[in-house]
């Protein structure tokens, strides 16, 4: 088939490259959110998408909207048969929608209908949840709501960040988009309505979602750092000053401190939680580099009964 590909972010390369090595698929453009500043120069930088497709000599498609005239014009001319997507970023309106004649197939990282929306990942985490996937499916006006392709399961590890999630599942994600296409091309595969039972949904998370609340148990504070990780960060307050949160280990044989309270060893930092302590094991003060905890403590000349979150 002839596919014009749309994505954005990093994730979204392994999906490209399997299509751009697919000798049954020809990738005629990419379609990707507007360059965007980056660094401490804040100049305008091409999307990991865009760089990728350069790279490999295809034309790039950067509309500020995909309603803008002119990109559905030359959207047209291309006329794809199919347009896989991945993280693009943007809602697709109907006019952009009816251009292939096979539609827009998303490849979302959820087994849906759990968790429709932008940080599927992410609230996964946050959930507990112990198995994800990805799936692929029919984009429609709605949210993540189209007739679904094909699945893939993914156990979720209890050391996993929503960044090693998400690399596991863009490299996995990426043979299924493939196969998806195949399937869509041979007539082997046909969209199957998703479930009306077990929708729930998964809004970008924010910097207020990212706060820790130590009276919260320490699974919970567990969960908040690994899913927040690497963006947008858990963090606390100490003394005045944010501080973000990294990674923490849980420690259920260290109990009877105070809620935030921190306790330091020759080579460790524990907080107390709603439950039993967690131990601090990287952190990054405002304005500073990502620190090991015990370094920190030791540079901060941190006393035993200082409180995070105060």
């Not at 379609?31 to 034309?59: F, K, M, W, Y």
């Not at 908040?224 to 501080?243: K, Q, Y």
């Not at 580099?289 to 370094?295: L, Y």
Request: proline share 8%; charged share 25%; hydrophobic share 40%.
């Amino acid at each position: 088939m002839r596919l014009v590909f749309a994505g954005t972010p990093e994730v979204a390369v392994p999906s490209l490259d399997a299509l751009l090595a697919s000798d049954r698929h020809e990738v005629a453009a990419v379609v990707t959110r507007p360059d965007a500043p980056a660094g401490r120069g804040r100049h305008l930088v091409a999307s990991p998408v865009a760089q990728r497709a350069e790279e490999a000599g295809i034309e790039v498609l950067r509309p500020d909207r995909p309603r803008d005239p002119d990109f559905l014009a030359r959207l047209r001319e291309i006329a794809p048969d199919c347009c896989p997507v991945v993280a693009y970023g943007a809602l697709l309106p109907r006019t952009a929608l009816d251009v292939p004649a096979r539609g827009w197939v998303n490849l979302h990282f959820s087994l849906l209908p759990a968790w429709r929306g932008a940080a599927p990942v992410q609230h996964a985490l946050l959930a507990g949840d112990e198995m994800t996937g990805a799936t692929t499916f029919l984009i429609e006006e709605g949210m993540d709501s189209g007739p679904v392709y094909g699945v893939l399961t993914e156990r979720v590890r209890p050391t996993d960040t929503s960044g090693d999630l998400l690399t596991r599942l863009a490299f996995a994600g990426a043979g299924l988009l493939a196969a998806t296409m195949d399937g869509i091309e041979d007539g082997s595969l046909e969209a199957v309505p998703q479930p009306a039972e077990g929708v729930s949904r998964a809004p970008k998370i924010t910097v207020e979602d990212a706060a820790l609340v130590w009276t919260e148990p320490a699974l919970r504070v567990d969960r908040v750092v690994r899913g927040c990780s690497p963006a947008p960060g858990a963090w606390t307050v100490f003394r005045g000053e944010r501080l973000k949160v990294r990674t923490v280990a849980l420690a259920p044989d260290r109990t009877g401190q105070a809620p935030g309270e921190l306790r330091t060893g020759k080579n460790s930092v524990h907080a107390g939680t709603g439950s039993h302590a967690v131990e601090l094991l990287w952190v990054q003060p405002q304005g500073k580099k990502p620190m090991k905890a015990a370094d920190w403590a030791r540079g901060a000349r941190i006393e035993d009964g200082e409180r995070l979150g105060e």
